[in-house]
């Protein structure tokens, strides 16, 4: 660690008062590209998570400080035994229900949620940090949390549509017209792996529609020449490829 730091790692009022602020400000920076991306946990859940971190962390450093000092007469008669580290273990398995709160099941078999969860363990842990003094962490950690969540998005859709695997959702008239587009995908030597068939519940309702899951021909794994060819059919009223 940088010894150039030492002094901010002391236990003062105004080290207390770097901590929190930097715990919130860390949290700020998280959270800033999901609020921007309407995301169910955003600006503030990511500043107050860390901040609440932070506090916790640094009441347990009160704590074990007031064990030394001016509870010790106490401690001395009670015997009283003090682990800090049981602080942050509470916090991080207390985060595990907020963050399982945030994953939902949405439609056409598809998870959402799971970015915001881990992020907002990852914003405990930087709170953590900071509450710690530990700021060569926070720093590391804001870096790599914004970069995973934010500027890897784009990398991980490029490589995920250059993969000769693919899922996609398709409407249609009619369930017969499954048959069809089976018949296109074979056509491109394409491997079909499951089909779930999802029927709209009434007849005014949405038009029914199937889920397919099919690994392509190597060489012919260009995604959208695949769904171009399915949406040609006369039959289908929708496609969309469905990328986790």
Request: overall charge positive; hydrophobic content about 45%; some cysteine.
């Amino acid at each position: 660690m940088l010894t150039i730091l030492d002094p901010l790692r002391e236990f003062t009022f105004w080290t207390v008062l770097l901590r929190l602020m930097i715990a919130t400000l860390g949290g700020c920076a998280i959270g800033y590209g999901r609020a921007r991306k309407k995301r169910a946990a955003g600006l503030r859940t990511y500043m107050l998570t860390s901040l609440g971190a932070s506090l916790t962390l640094l009441l347990a450093l009160f704590d074990y400080q007031m064990l030394k000092t001016g509870w010790a007469p106490a401690v001395e008669v009670v015997g009283m035994k003090f682990d800090v580290s049981r602080y942050s273990s509470q916090v991080i398995a207390g985060i595990g229900f907020l963050s399982a709160g945030s994953i939902m099941a949405a439609s056409h078999q598809q998870v959402s949620g799971l970015t915001t969860a881990i992020g907002l363990v990852g914003s405990v842990c930087m709170g953590l940090a900071a509450g710690a003094g530990f700021y060569e962490l926070v720093l590391v950690s804001i870096l790599l949390l914004v970069s995973s969540m934010e500027f890897f998005r784009p990398v991980e859709i490029a490589f995920k549509r250059r993969m000769r695997n693919i899922s996609f959702y398709v409407e249609f008239d009619s369930i017969e017209d499954v048959a069809k587009i089976t018949e296109v995908i074979q056509r491109q030597q394409a491997q079909i792996f499951d089909i779930d068939v999802e029927r709209g519940r009434k007849k005014s309702d949405t038009p029914p529609g199937a889920i397919f899951d099919i690994k392509m021909k190597r060489g012919h794994a260009s995604h959208s020449e695949m769904l171009s060819s399915i949406a040609e059919l006369p039959c289908v009223r929708s496609i969309k490829e469905l990328i986790q």
